[in-house]
């Protein structure tokens, strides 16, 4: 029991401090969006802002009790920032008024993608927690994008399929655990992924007309569901090959 009581006493100071990293990034989350007025021109944007990141920081309080964050999730953290905010323009259509603003916003988001990756790889503090936090701000991001793209050019509900396929690749592996074994490295998913965004932001410009924007969202979902069906194909036959053996 002493030892217990010991661990906990060790690990709450940590978890203190990234807190206090994490109220940083919300006091970063309101100096950046009143730079933002037209994206954040309702309470209901700053609301959602702040719902998304609460969400996203009571995850890491979870899942990251070591204390400091250290410089590549900060990094990670600004991204969060930048998501929380494309997530509140959303509400009440503030982003319509302010499309190149919104798309700013989120190509800064992208980017950032790859400076922490970046820092990670050069301060040798790469985690898997860090590779998953970036991962998931990722996936959020391109479904927000998909909500925006669905809210401007009325596509159908369809278009959100870009965005929650890998949420539903995810919801699969709990019946089928195969779904989530490690998969090989692939040049065909990261072209993939890269058309999925690249389309997405084309689509959302308004230089854009309905007719390219559609095309550009198909192209994105068909490339997609090739690539996901490629690796939920390679899974099952490594799985049954398993049994096998």
Request: net charge positive; aromatic share 14%; glycine share 6%.
């Amino acid at each position: 029991m002493p030892l217990f009581s010991n661990a906990s006493s060790y690990t709450l100071p940590k978890r203190l401090y990234g807190a206090l990293e994490l109220l940083l990034g919300g006091l970063l989350l309101i100096a950046v969006g009143k730079g933002l007025p037209l994206l954040m021109a309702t309470p209901a944007n700053w609301w959602v802002s702040f719902a998304f990141y609460t969400f996203i920081s009571t995850l890491v309080i979870i899942f990251w009790p070591y204390g400091a964050l250290g410089w590549a999730n900060r990094v990670t953290l600004v991204r969060a920032v930048l998501v929380a905010i494309v997530a509140g323009a959303l509400a009440a259509n503030a982003f319509v008024g302010a499309i190149w603003q919104w798309l700013a916003i989120a190509v800064i988001a992208l980017l950032l993608d790859g400076v922490d990756g970046w820092i990670a790889r050069r301060t040798q503090s790469h985690t898997r927690f860090g590779a998953r936090f970036d991962m998931e701000l990722d996936a959020l991001l391109i479904l927000l994008l998909c909500a925006g793209l669905l809210r401007l050019e009325s596509l159908g509900l369809w278009v959100l399929m870009i965005g929650g396929m890998r949420y539903l690749f995810v919801a699969a592996s709990w019946p089928f655990p195969w779904l989530s074994e490690p998969l090989f490295e692939s040049l065909r998913r990261k072209a993939v992924c890269v058309w999925q965004v690249v389309a997405l932001l084309l689509a959302l410009t308004p230089l854009t007309s309905h007719l390219v924007a559609s095309l550009l969202a198909i192209s994105a979902l068909t490339s997609l569901i090739y690539s996901f069906g490629f690796d939920v194909w390679w899974l099952y036959r490594n799985a049954k090959q398993s049994k096998r053996h």
